[in-house]
Nanobody
Framework: QVQLVESGGGLVQAGGSLRLSCAAS????????MGWFRQTPAKEREFVLA????????YYVDSVKGRFTISRDNAKNTVYLQMNNLEPKDTAVYYC????????????WGQGTQVTVSS
């Protein structure tokens, strides 16, 4: 069982930056691919970024390329999402997830953190 707790969301103006953190419980954090997805009431859940257990492989959706980065600190059981040059279309609830198999398999996820980008 893995428990995930996100933090760092908030309100920011377009062009601004935010860093989200996701703290995980458990002793096997480094064995999980960790990622972020986002969801708005009007849209389906959208994959954003993921990082392999070792940190060597990163996966992302084209809409965030060059603006968002993902990183992890296995010693701290934490994964980060750095979001730069935010746009109003990035407004969503962001969820951290853990996968024990494929990148898009959500085995565990957190409660989400709201990110709102004003124009």
């Amino acid at each position: 069982q893995v428990q995930l707790v996100e933090s760092g969301g908030g309100l920011v103006q377009a062009g601004g930056s935010l860093r989200l953190s996701c703290a995980a419980s458990g002793r096997t954090f480094s064995t999980y691919t960790m990622g972020w997805f986002r969801q708005t009431p009007a849209k389906e859940r959208e994959f954003v970024l993921a990082i392999s257990g070792s940190g060597r492989n990163i996966y992302y959706v084209d809409s965030v390329k060059g603006r968002f980065t993902i990183s992890r600190d296995n010693a701290k059981n934490t994964v980060y999402l750095q979001m730069n040059n935010l746009e109003p279309k990035d407004t969503a609830v962001y969820y951290c997830y853990a996968s024990s198999s494929s990148v898009l398999t959500l085995n565990y996820w957190g409660q989400g953190t709201q990110v709102t980008v004003s124009s």
